[in-house]
């Protein structure tokens, strides 16, 4: 019985006319494992890339120069489960495209395809997905296993392999089970600490002419970007101003109001400059907790459209991330019932800026409308004060997105604090900190870090204990 076993087993292994084929799977093997040790030798390294990159950047399987890049086939599933998502649907449909692309000029995708210019190959792994590789604590049987399966196997087979991520935890797991692992940093842009204001030291002269004139040529400040705060001083007195488009510096009124409210300190003062002008299109305010960003924004908008008549009304759009672990399709009652604790935030911050009264006469005329980001798809935002709040926790693509639909007439104002981002995809120097240094100097931007504090005592000192913890 062993025998005939045996013999079954041979001549299942040989070919036409009794040929022994093995050696033919042999020879494969041999020359996977020479294809892996001579890419090893020239320094090409192994990258497998997740949903979360493709996401951010479609195009960022064709980024790793010279480099095999492994996409696992449950990142393309993960794609097409995201087709219609109303933030990252588009994002998946281009990186679906481009894959089609591939397909149709190479015939397929499951052996490596040259990519780029720089002899960088891409395949799609429909194999190594075993997660008996994974220590027991990591098989789990979801999609982050089989990516961490496939990365393992191809480890474990000589090459020099990276996970490569925007996924936070997606890292750790990579670095827990001892992968490589990286976040995707193409889009980074490296943050100069640029705040939109800057102190400058003047001659007594030059200072009476702004005075004077509301504008002055400052050779001090011709190099800064346009809209750049100043807080200016001499011999004789202080004062704040603000870069034009030309180069000259405009003066800044310290008594300037919207809709009420006065500007505090130095930098509240230049925001406020910056929002009353309909010239600066896009309008980031940074700053922590408590400094004002939010009632600057909302009294400018009520301002724009209830006083000056600029636009028709205030559209806040504010992400929808998940609050104590309930999405909102799970929260009881209606749409407007579920989106309560979201849009009860903007009108807080409005009631304690302004009485009861106006609150109730802007909602009952419809001036200001609160709506979850995903209400902006397809969507041309025609005559309207736009404000983006929580920023911050916006991926850069979904960002420029909503910029893209600021239509005729309209104005958006960001509204951000880095420090406190729900969404673990986006890190401190991509999302709205990119968007910020590429923006940078353009006419139609400006942008000012708020620092100073306008809330209760204990809240200023909580905000500053969560700081030093870095949370």
Same mark, same amino acid.
Not at 143 to 162: C, E, M, P, Q
Not at 207 to 227: C, F, I, T, W
């Given at each position: 019985?062993?025998?005939?076993?045996?013999?079954?087993?041979?001549?299942?292994?040989?070919?036409?006319?009794?040929?022994?084929?093995?050696?033919?799977?042999?020879?494969?093997?041999?020359?996977?494992?020479?294809?892996?040790?001579?890419?090893?030798?020239?320094?090409?390294?192994?990258?497998?890339?997740?949903?979360?990159?493709?996401?951010?950047?479609?195009?960022?399987?064709? =980024?790793?120069?010279?480099?095999?890049?492994?996409?696992? +086939?449950?990142?393309?599933?993960?794609?097409?489960?995201?087709?219609?998502?109303?933030?990252?649907?588009?994002?998946?449909?281009?990186?679906?495209?481009?894959?089609?692309?591939?397909?149709? @000029?190479?015939?397929?995708?499951?052996?490596? +395809? $040259?990519?780029?210019?720089?002899?960088?190959?891409?395949?799609?792994?429909?194999?190594?997905?075993?997660?008996?590789?994974?220590?027991?604590?990591?098989?789990?049987?979801?999609?982050?296993?089989?990516?961490?399966?496939?990365?393992?196997?191809?480890?474990?087979?000589?090459?020099?392999?990276? &996970?490569?991520?925007?996924?936070?935890?997606?890292?750790?797991?990579?670095?827990?089970?001892?992968?490589?692992?990286?976040?995707?940093?193409?889009?980074? @842009?490296? %943050?100069?600490?640029?705040?939109? &204001?800057?102190?400058?030291?003047?001659?007594?002269?030059?200072?009476?002419?702004?005075?004077?004139?509301?504008?002055?040529?400052?050779?001090?400040?011709?190099?800064?970007?346009?809209?750049?705060?100043?807080?200016?001083? $001499?011999?004789?007195? $202080?004062?704040?101003?603000?870069?034009?488009?030309?180069?000259?510096?405009?003066?800044?009124?310290?008594?300037?109001?919207?809709?009420?409210?006065?500007? =505090? $300190?130095?930098?509240?003062?230049?925001?406020?400059?910056?929002?009353?002008?309909?010239?600066?299109?896009?309008?980031?305010?940074?700053?922590?907790?408590?400094?004002?960003?939010?009632?600057?924004?909302?009294?400018?908008?009520?301002?724009?459209?209830?006083?000056?008549?600029?636009?028709?009304?205030? &559209?806040?759009?504010?992400?929808?991330?998940?609050?104590?672990?309930?999405?909102?399709?799970?929260?009881?009652?209606?749409?407007?019932?579920?989106?309560?604790?979201?849009?009860?935030?903007?009108?807080?911050?409005?009631?304690?800026?302004?009485?009861?009264?106006? +609150?109730?006469?802007?909602? %009952?005329?419809?001036?200001?409308?609160?709506?979850?980001?995903?209400?902006?798809?397809?969507?041309?935002?025609?005559?309207?004060?736009?404000?983006?709040?929580?920023?911050?926790?916006?991926?850069?693509?979904?960002?420029?997105?909503?910029?893209?639909?600021?239509?005729?007439?309209?104005?958006?104002?960001?509204?951000?604090?880095?420090?406190?981002?729900?969404?673990?995809?986006?890190?401190?120097?991509?999302?709205?900190?990119?968007? &910020?240094?590429?923006?940078?100097?353009?006419?139609?931007?400006?942008?000012?870090?708020?620092?100073?504090?306008?809330?209760?005592?204990?809240?200023?000192?909580?905000?500053?204990?969560?700081?030093?913890?870095?949370?």
């Amino acid at each position: 019985m062993t025998q005939t076993s045996h013999d079954e087993t041979s001549a299942d292994k040989r070919g036409e006319g009794g040929a022994d084929v093995r050696g033919e799977g042999v020879a494969e093997v041999a020359g996977d494992l020479a294809a892996v040790q001579g890419a090893v030798a020239k320094g090409c390294r192994t990258y497998v890339i997740d949903t979360s990159v493709l996401l951010s950047d479609p195009r960022a399987m064709l =980024r790793f120069a010279e480099h095999e890049v492994v996409l696992p +086939v449950v990142v393309v599933t993960e794609l097409e489960a995201k087709r219609h998502h109303p933030e990252l649907g588009y994002f998946a449909r281009q990186a679906l495209r481009l894959l089609d692309d591939l397909r149709v @000029k190479e015939g397929r995708l499951d052996h490596a +395809v $040259s990519v780029g210019e720089d002899g960088g190959t891409l395949r799609v792994e429909l194999n190594h997905t075993d997660p008996r590789v994974l220590p027991d604590g990591f098989r789990l049987g979801d999609n982050d296993t089989r990516i961490l399966a496939v990365a393992k196997h191809l480890a474990d087979s000589g090459r020099h392999v990276t &996970i490569v991520s925007k996924d936070l935890p997606m890292r750790v797991k990579a670095s827990a089970v001892g992968l490589d692992a990286e976040e995707y940093r193409h889009e980074w @842009k490296v %943050d100069s600490g640029w705040t939109g &204001i800057v102190e400058l030291e003047v001659a007594p002269e030059q200072l009476d002419a702004l005075y004077e004139n509301g504008r002055a040529e400052m050779p001090e400040a011709k190099d800064l970007p346009v809209h750049t705060g100043l807080v200016l001083s $001499s011999a004789r007195g $202080s004062g704040l101003g603000r870069v034009g488009a030309d180069g000259a510096v405009r003066q800044v009124r310290g008594d300037r109001d919207a809709f009420g409210l006065h500007g =505090r $300190s130095a930098e509240q003062r230049i925001a406020l400059d910056l929002l009353l002008d309909p010239d600066v299109g896009i309008i980031s305010l940074g700053g922590r907790a408590g400094t004002g960003k939010s009632a600057l924004a909302l009294c400018a908008g009520l301002e724009a459209v209830m006083e000056r008549r600029q636009h028709r009304k205030v &559209i806040v759009f504010r992400p929808l991330y998940a609050v104590g672990g309930q999405e909102l399709g799970y929260l009881p009652g209606t749409e407007n019932e579920k989106m309560g604790p979201w849009a009860q935030a903007v009108f807080d911050t409005l009631g304690a800026v302004v009485s009861t009264e106006v +609150v109730e006469e802007v909602i %009952d005329r419809g001036l200001l409308e609160v709506l979850p980001l995903t209400h902006i798809r397809g969507r041309s935002l025609h005559d309207a004060f736009v404000i983006v709040d929580e920023a911050q926790s916006l991926e850069r693509n979904v960002l420029l997105t909503v910029l893209s639909r600021v239509g005729q007439n309209s104005r958006v104002v960001l509204t951000h604090d880095v420090a406190q981002r729900d969404n673990l995809r986006v890190g401190r120097h991509d999302g709205v900190a990119a968007v &910020i240094e590429t923006l940078k100097g353009h006419p139609l931007f400006a942008h000012v870090t708020l620092t100073r504090s306008e809330r209760s005592p204990i809240a200023a000192l909580v905000t500053d204990l969560l700081e030093g913890l870095d949370i």
